[in-house]
């Protein structure tokens, strides 16, 4: 056994260590407590059986999931110093439709959405942002959309308990506006976060979704978002008011 202090004692210093001591067990484990993993991001518990496990299943499994071997057909629409973003169109070969379908499924387990059924599913454009390590880092898919509404911005007076004890992290407005582009899912990889790979996803959306036109803030809407989410599209549109479609009411 091996004996942790958590309180320091106000007499000797020799009794110091066994002043309301905390027995663990030290079984020669590397770490205690929470760790993350440095390639899959996983956070778990290194001393847990069960954690461990866990962290195997995931680790491999998401390893395999962002792969990219690539293709010689591949539609690279925005190249960077540190990686590239390809465009997926339905009707591409099986192979990419594959890549997509592996990644989405890491992202809603990720970010804990149920399968949605794309409105236009002929119609929908997945953009992977692709590292210079070859995986797939971030993902944006998008679809068409006539409307959407405006996020309200929060109440700052006492009302603002029931804003909090709301489960969506957000309200909007019942007055529906015009939009052109939804985004569905919008995902950076865990270990590659603030290096701004999602706005450069949401620029190159911007540029590509429609021939000849880049979208305008006011021209796109966000699926539903997440905390994060919200705090995204916040910082990118450059206002706590934005566009949002596709929720449960």
């Known amino acids: 056994l091996k004996q942790v202090n958590i309180q320091k004692s106000t007499n000797t210093r020799d009794l110091n260590k066994y002043t309301k001591d905390q027995l663990i067990i030290d079984a020669g484990q590397k770490h205690f407590g929470a760790t993350m993993c440095k390639s899959c991001g996983m956070i778990y518990t290194a001393s847990s059986p069960e954690d461990e496990l866990q962290h195997m299943q995931h680790h491999h499994r998401f390893l395999e999931g962002i792969k990219y071997a690539g293709w010689k057909k591949e539609r690279v629409v925005a190249e960077f110093w540190d990686g590239k973003i390809v465009l997926v169109l339905p009707h591409d070969p099986s192979y990419a439709i594959r890549k997509v379908e592996d990644v989405q499924e890491l992202v809603d387990n990720e970010l804990g959405f149920q399968q949605v059924v794309p409105r236009y599913p002929n119609k929908t454009k997945t953009f992977l942002f ?29 009302e603002s308990l029931s804003s909090r004890e709301c489960h969506r992290a957000w309200q909007c407005s019942n007055v529906p506006e015009p939009a052109v582009c939804g985004i569905s899912r ?55 008011n934005f566009l949002v479609y596709n929720f449960n009411s």
């Open 186 to 240: 919008i995902w950076v990889f865990r270990l590659k976060r603030r290096k701004r790979i999602a706005r450069r996803l949401v620029d190159t959306l911007r540029n590509c979704f429609m021939f000849g036109s880049f979208l305008s803030t006011n021209e796109i809407a966000f699926s539903d978002p997440t905390l994060d989410g919200k705090l995204f599209a916040t910082k990118y549109c450059n206002t706590p």
């Open 130 to 158: 692709i590292s210079d390590e070859k995986k797939v880092v971030g993902c944006l898919i998008a679809e068409p959309i006539k409307q959407a509404f405006r996020v309200l911005s929060e109440p700052t007076g006492p």
